[in-house]
């Protein structure tokens, strides 16, 4: 029995590996989500503790990364409302800005105009990283792809990480952020036992093996179906791939003393100050990798 449960869980993820999945990537279903978020994708870094730590760690890779001669491409929902286009746009020599959704990019326009940037910003595109259709070869130095639209792909993951490393130069370089399942299932728990009573120990036993929330195996009222990844994964995505992988950092590792506690620790200024630098180093530790809300990779083509 031990052993068909450990080849069960060895194929299911050979499985993953593989990108051979049931679920295909239906562009709908993020353009919809982030389509009804309206403004809430602007908010969703400040409005909380968890989201000012998010915010904090991308920003300090992005800070390392981007530099003021950097021809520099947004893609996704790191882009989404603007949040870090209002970093970016700041850092880099040129800035193009794109989102799946249309609703976002107005959004995000809105916010550059009414913080006086929007004329710093080349141009705000609709675009599906599963195909830069219309975007040149080796034209950018930087592509950011944070904010987790890589978990929306499927059987679209490594077609999206082609296309990236597509537009980018040589020694250019991507940063991808992705939603880490173990972090993922670890903060969100006591709402994966509640669907334990829902779909059963089955479907429990999928998503903590695959990271795959999918309308086949684990069919989420809201349909938010994403594939939550691992570092494992995302190995596998670069491996093979003519890239060389810079830094690989967490994000959200405090996110687990809930948002109560963060916000009684942001009351002490000079604790939370701290803590944020704290956030950031300690998110550089290989063994925090898999534990935060997010995993942020950055490659360089070569």
């Known amino acids: 029995m031990v052993t068909l449960a450990i080849f069960v869980i060895k194929t299911l993820q050979d499985f993953i590996i593989r990108g051979e999945m049931n679920m295909k990537y239906n562009a709908e279903i993020p353009r919809a989500r982030y389509d009804k978020f309206g403004n809430r994708e602007w908010e969703r870094l400040e409005k909380d503790r968890l989201g000012e730590l998010l915010y904090h760690v991308h920003l300090d890779i992005l800070k390392r990364y981007i530099s003021s001669s950097d021809q520099v491409i947004e893609l996704g929902a790191g882009a989404g409302a603007g949040r870090f286009t209002k970093d970016i746009v700041n850092m880099s020599k040129s800035l193009v800005t794109s989102d799946l959704s249309p609703v ?3 959004i995000n326009k809105r916010k550059m105009e009414e913080l006086g940037l929007v004329d710093k910003v080349q141009d705000f595109k609709i675009l599906d990283i599963s195909n830069l259709e219309g975007i040149p070869d080796n034209t950018y130095d930087v592509a950011v792809c944070i904010g987790g639209p890589i978990n929306y792909l499927f059987d679209k993951e490594e077609s999206a990480i082609n296309e990236m490393l597509r537009v980018l130069k040589s020694q250019g370089k991507l940063i991808l952020g992705s939603l880490s399942l173990v972090g993922a299932l670890t903060y969100y728990l006591d709402g994966v036992i509640y ?3 829902m779909f059963g120990i089955d479907a429990t036993e999928w998503i903590f093996t695959t990271g795959i929330q999918d309308e086949e195996h684990y069919p989420v009222e809201n349909k ?14 670069f491996q093979g791939k003519p890239v060389k992988i810079l830094e690989k950092s967490s994000a959200g590792l405090f996110m687990h003393s809930q948002e ?6 942001k009351q002490d200024s000079e604790f939370w100050e701290l803590l944020i ?7 550089k530790l290989p063994g925090t990798l898999d534990c935060g809300m997010n995993i942020i990779y950055v490659v360089e083509k070569l």
């Open 104 to 106: 976002q990019i107005e």
């Open 195 to 197: 669907e334990k009573g």
């Open 224 to 237: 938010h179906y994403v594939h939550m990844m691992t570092s494992k994964d995302l190995d596998a995505l």
């Open 260 to 265: 109560e506690t963060l916000t009684r620790a």
């Open 277 to 283: 630098r704290k956030e950031i180093e300690f998110t």
